[in-house]
T-cell receptor
Framework: RKEVEQDPGPFNVPEGATVAFNCTYS??????FFWYRQDCRKEPKLLMS???SGNEDGRFTAQLNRASQYISLLIRDSKLSDSATYLC????????????FGTGTRLQVTL | NAGVTQTPKFQVLKTGQSMTLQCAQD?????MSWYRQDPGMGLRLIHY???????DQGEVPNGYNVSRSTTEDFPLRLLSAAPSQTSVYFC????????????FGPGTRLTVT
């Protein structure tokens, strides 16, 4: 089983829709979590960190469920420019330098 | 402020050849790392460094060497290229390690024939 698992998609949604992605992690010692966005043939860029209490940044909401070992990303009012691959990342306690990336979930927002 | 730069952007090698992928950052970050990205596999950590003179192995280190003589530079050396090393390579840096935002370079697309 992969340490961090994501549904690869693609998720095809119309503009204005709400879409949610989940990401499960197997290492219960994971301490820090992030969502990165990667456009086609580009480098990943940080979208948002995921805090235990959940956090929101505009149309984006990230949640952490430690009991079930998953993180989620909710995108409201999808825009064409949201089309990208979304990567989740888990970082275990005590091995601060070793990030584990999921394989990514591809989102395609259409007119 | 250029951030993280990588050279070359594209490279084609023959099996058995060696080469060095260059990575440099101008943000005075202590932590730097190398990843490879393959379809269906995601980003996998090759090697990382927590400061000048300190390096360690990641998930897939075989066939690669690194060194960190300065804070700015973190080159990745392929010792004897194999077709299995065909991939996109990303260098990343951050101020204090994995629990903080990683800044990625634009990547190097390597093909080994």
């Amino acid at each position: 089983r992969k340490e961090v698992e994501q549904d690869p998609g693609p998720f095809n949604v119309p503009e204005g829709a709400t879409v949610a992605f989940n990401c499960t992690y197997s290492n219960s010692a994971s301490q820090s979590f992030f969502w990165y966005r990667q456009d086609c043939r580009k480098e990943p860029k940080l979208l948002m960190s995921v805090y235990s209490s959940g956090n929101e940044d505009g149309r984006f909401t990230a949640q952490l469920n430690r009991a079930s070992q998953y993180i989620s990303l909710l995108i409201r009012d999808s825009k064409l420019s949201d089309s990208a691959t979304y990567l989740c990342v888990a970082v275990p306690t005590g091995t601060a330098s070793k990030l584990t990336f999921g394989t990514g979930t591809r989102l395609q927002v259409t007119l | 402020n250029a951030g993280v730069t990588q050279t070359p952007k594209f490279q084609v090698l023959k099996t058995g050849q060696s080469m060095t992928l260059q990575c440099a950052q101008d943000m005075n970050h202590e932590y730097m790392s190398w990843y490879r990205q393959d379809p269906g596999m995601g980003l996998r950590l090759i090697h990382y460094s927590v400061g000048a003179g300190i390096t360690d192995q990641g998930e897939v280190p075989n066939g690669y060497n690194v060194s960190r003589s300065t804070t700015e530079d973190f080159p990745l050396r392929l010792l004897s290229a194999a077709p299995s090393q065909t991939s996109v390579y990303f260098c990343a840096s951050s101020s204090t390690g994995g629990h903080y935002e990683q800044y990625f370079g634009p990547g190097t697309r390597l093909t080994v024939t």
